[in-house]
């Protein structure tokens, strides 16, 4: 982690838990930050399922944990029958949103366009805007991964201006460790990060990239978190499975937190 980015860790949900479960992780998450202050230290938003938004966002009252939504629509609004806009996140008091996750990438093929579109409505709604891009296993296997990821960010940031997109937090979740147990290596997220960056830097400019966040996704646990958020361009994680116990999901926050005051881990 370096010094001049703070730190983003968030928890998606999926969906998983029913509205007692999801009222009660919210309550000791932000309980358990608030207790040790993390959450005024780092950045950290929960998405939880869309019913559930409103009621959890009343439970995390008025701690510092951010609420956010897992998808929006591209659409402002009208005849969209099931789909949620950005507007009505914030209107429910998101203030974060987690745009082309691979669940939504690859299994309901979401196409470039389509979340250039989500992702530049977001941002107008002044939510934080979580862009996940990452390889499939094949692609990786067959050394495709820079430039699929590369393909991922210049669609998605496509012309939009620096002052729009600069609190876009890069998600970099190779699909083949999302929910496997199989994380990147420390070092091959590094290599990747630095890349997403150098790309940042050529899209925009330095000062841009150097202040961009870029985080990790794919099986973060409690143990390996700490050694994945030490690389330095790594700036936290976005957490599925382990996001949905408190214990663990904060003692990945505490990680980040640890990491960037560069307190020795243990
Ligand atoms: P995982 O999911 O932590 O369960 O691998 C990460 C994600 O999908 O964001």
Not at 183 to 191: G, M, R
Request: glycine share 12%.
């Amino acid at each position: 982690m370096h010094a001049v980015r703070r730190p983003f860790v968030g928890g998606n949900w999926k969906m998983n838990g029913d509205l007692a479960s999801a009222v009660e992780l919210a309550d000791d998450v932000c309980a358990a930050l608030g207790a040790e202050g993390i959450d005024r230290t780092i950045d950290v938003a929960v998405y939880p399922p869309f019913p559930y938004l409103f009621t959890a966002g009343r439970a995390l009252g008025h701690s510092n944990v951010l609420l956010g939504g897992q998808d929006c629509s591209a659409e402002v609004g009208g005849a969209f029958t099931g789909q949620v806009s950005a507007g009505m996140l914030t209107d429910v008091g998101c203030r974060s949103v987690v745009i082309g996750h691979s669940e939504r990438r690859h299994g309901l093929h979401e196409g470039h366009a389509l979340l250039h579109e989500k992702l530049h409505l977001a941002c107008e709604s002044g939510l934080t805007v979580v862009y996940c891009v990452g390889e499939t296993a094949d692609e990786r296997r067959r050394g495709e991964a820079d430039t699929v990821v590369a393909h991922q960010i210049r669609h998605g940031f496509g012309t939009l201006p620096a002052d729009r997109v600069a609190r876009v937090v890069v998600a970099y979740e190779p699909v083949w460790a999302i929910g496997t147990g199989v994380n990147a290596t420390p070092e091959d997220a590094q290599a990747m990060h630095a890349s997403i960056r150098g790309l940042l830097g050529s899209l925009y400019d330095s000062r841009f990239a150097a202040q961009a966040r870029i985080i990790y996704g794919g099986s973060v646990n409690a143990k390996n978190a700490r050694a994945i958020f030490d690389q330095p361009d790594v700036d936290g994680g976005l957490i599925g499975g382990a996001s949905l116990k408190a214990d663990d999901f904060v003692a990945i926050c505490r990680a980040a937190a640890e990491a960037w005051s560069g307190a020795p881990g243990h």
